[in-house]
């Protein structure tokens, strides 16, 4: 190559010419000192020019290498069972492609908008107009957890991380499993769901077997729902009978059902059925103070004694 482009400058001995020949071909070399015109550039700097005589030739701005966009989250949140989507965003790719490389066990799943896996569920998806490159796994799994690469193939190859977490939304009803109470009052039940991308479509309440209707011949049942980060349902059964005893579940539309037994009392509740508390309870405390009674006392006691017995000493010696 080296002997060609000499023998092309002593054939093009008019400079104009030899100019217009290095444009055409980017064959340019740089200038004595410079840096060799292969191998990594900066991409956000301006384009580098060789010199031939005293004249700068600048070297085309399509040579920029491709680069990640780092505002693109790097840490998805999926639903089990639902898709899931992990981005990346490349700029001046060029003739470059972008691969889909699953760390767990280094297996590539996509090149380009092709899959190079058997599993069906991962997909590659481009949208040209916004640069970003989209692996789509349907139907997540807990398995699929972990970290995918995003690659150019570059060299050396560029590389963009992206982690996976896949969930399992959970339903709870607080203070279960056996909540008591009085015949009359109103039965409060809180039902929450954790660990949810998204909030659940419904909550269906149960009362053993059968979906609690609100507009039922009962009367005094109403739900309220507050969504979020963590969706709470509250199922509130006013004037508590008998009857309103027995199994009580709540059933989200994204988690698996949460129950609770539902103990409804005629009368004075028993021992055995007292919760525990932060601080003591009305037997332990009766305690406590019958010992410190029983302290103060023997001090005493011990004190009248002591007079006594110097009193009586005090008259002997007279």
């Not at 050396?156 to 992206?162: L, Q």
């Not at 279960?176 to 909030?199: A, M, Q």
Request: glycine share 6%.
């Amino acid at each position: 190559m080296g002997y060609c482009k000499s023998l092309i400058m002593f054939l093009c001995r008019d400079q104009t010419i030899l100019i217009s020949y290095l444009l055409i071909t980017n064959s340019v070399w740089p200038a004595k000192g410079g840096m060799a015109n292969t191998g990594e550039r900066n991409m956000n700097a301006l384009p580098e020019v060789a010199t031939i005589g005293s004249m700068a030739v600048p070297i085309s701005s399509n040579r920029f290498e491709p680069y990640f966009d780092a505002l693109v989250p790097q840490n998805v949140t999926a639903l089990v069972g639902k898709s899931a989507y992990l981005t990346c965003r490349v700029r001046n790719l060029g003739n470059k492609t972008v691969s889909w490389i699953r760390h767990r066990d280094i297996h590539i799943l996509t090149v380009g908008s092709y899959t190079y896996t058997s599993d069906q569920r991962f997909q590659a998806n481009h949208h040209a107009e916004t640069d970003e490159w989209t692996l789509q796994i349907k139907w997540a799994q807990k398995r699929d957890a972990g970290i995918y690469e995003c690659q150019i193939s570059t060299q050396p190859v560029r590389s963009y991380f992206v982690n996976l977490e896949v969930v399992v939304p959970t339903a709870q009803i607080l203070g279960g499993p056996d909540l008591h109470v009085d015949k009359g009052s109103t039965i409060n039940l809180t039902c929450s769901i954790r660990f949810s991308p998204e909030p659940p479509a419904y909550i269906f309440w149960y009362h053993h077997d059968d979906v609690i209707s609100y507009d039922s011949t009962r009367g005094g049942v109403s739900v309220i729902t507050e969504k979020g980060d963590v969706t709470t349902s509250f199922l509130l059964i006013q004037h508590a009978d008998i009857s309103d005893s027995g199994k009580y579940s709540c059933s989200p539309s994204n988690a698996d059902v949460a129950s609770v037994r539902v103990h409804v009392l005629n009368g004075e509740r028993p021992a055995a059925m007292q919760t525990g508390s932060a601080g003591l309870s009305n037997s332990s405390l009766n305690i406590l103070i019958l010992m410190i009674l029983s302290y103060l006392c023997s001090s005493w006691y011990l004190e009248i004694s002591d007079t006594t017995s110097l009193s009586f000493l005090s008259s002997l010696s007279r």
